[in-house]
């Protein structure tokens, strides 16, 4: 997220040239900020931009005792499930319900949202896809979407650790814990190192200790551009998996929530901006079947049908 004012600010002063409101200006200025956001220093990195939601509320008590088996090798078995996962996740067509609020913190209701819905599929030719279907006019007035933001949308709030991308990554176990009746192991994971132009995960997975796949993640997606005038936030968010077709956990449920800390400076003032992101997937569906997503033993079914239970937050 950006500050909407701070950014405008900065667009007048070193873009003098463009209305703000243009798409011109304002692809200059995005293409500014995602320009100043790599590789943010790690004293940057650990500065606090948000107020984070609680890590594991809600779930049993965590069993710190070691594993029977080794945790590298619980890794090496998570990452292999986890790559075929990805590999049957592009085999399937789904639908993607985003929102993105800003709240009164005085009425707790929100004050402006962005808010859009698209179709992951494919092209006649079999190339994947997204179709925007429906995305009215933005009313968010004290942040901007930013590029990374719809990254992490699309992308990084479905994080998968495969053995592709692990050497990125540390991975530390922490314990075993249940979510709902599920048993899973526990464990942390950092990003080695901060590339230029990438986005990293930070946080904490659950893995089904049977399947050994991702069935809970909470963190936050990194790095965050901290420069003065130009910050480029994100809340930290939590992202649910359920079984599609009784064998691979799929993203159902992400629930994103904190409150901004953008800075004084240039000629506007600091704030702190209460942020919501709500993004449901649904509507499953193998290239060319009928699967369905079944929660709870219930049909999840698009934003448009009645009678949607989406899964319940573990906060």
């Not at 304002?26 to 107020?51: E, I």
Request: proline letters at 7%.
């Amino acid at each position: 997220m950006q500050n909407e004012l701070a950014l405008e600010v900065e667009v007048n002063r070193n873009h003098g040239v463009y209305q703000w409101g243009s798409p011109l200006a304002l692809a200059a200025a995005l293409a500014a900020v995602l320009a100043l956001a790599w590789p943010a220093p790690a004293a940057a990195q650990d500065k606090d931009t948000f107020t984070p939601m609680p890590l594991d509320s809600g779930f049993g008590p965590i069993d710190l005792t070691a594993p029977t088996i080794p945790p590298d090798q619980i890794i090496k078995q998570i990452a292999a499930k986890e790559a075929e996962f990805r590999e049957a996740l592009s085999h399937y067509t789904y639908r993607r319900t985003a929102k993105v609020d800003t709240i009164d913190d005085d009425t707790h209701k929100p004050d402006g949202e962005w808010y859009e819905v698209d179709d992951v599929t494919f092209t006649p030719n079999g190339r994947r896809t997204e179709k925007t279907v429906f995305a009215p006019a933005s009313s968010l007035t004290r942040v901007a979407m930013s590029p990374s933001d719809l990254q992490d949308i699309q992308h990084g709030y479905q994080f998968v650790l495969t053995t592709e991308n692990i050497p990125e990554y540390n991975i530390t176990y922490v314990g075993r814990q249940k979510v709902d009746e599920v048993e899973c192991y526990v464990f942390d994971a950092s990003p080695k190192q901060i590339l230029k132009n990438q986005r990293y995960f930070l946080g904490r997975i659950w893995v089904d200790a049977k399947d050994m796949l991702i069935v809970v993640t909470n963190g936050r997606m990194v790095p965050d551009n901290t420069k003065r005038g130009q910050e480029d936030l994100h809340p930290p968010f939590m992202t649910w998996r359920q079984q599609v077709d009784g064998k691979y956990w799929f993203p159902v449920y992400t629930r994103g929530e904190g409150i901004l800390h953008f800075t004084s400076g240039n000629g506007y003032m600091g704030e702190d901006v209460h942020i919501r992101d709500v993004i449901k997937y649904s509507d499953y569906k193998r290239f060319g079947s009928t699967a369905k997503i079944i929660y709870d033993g219930q049909e999840v079914k698009n934003e448009n049908q009645p009678n949607q239970k989406p899964p319940k937050p573990q906060h």
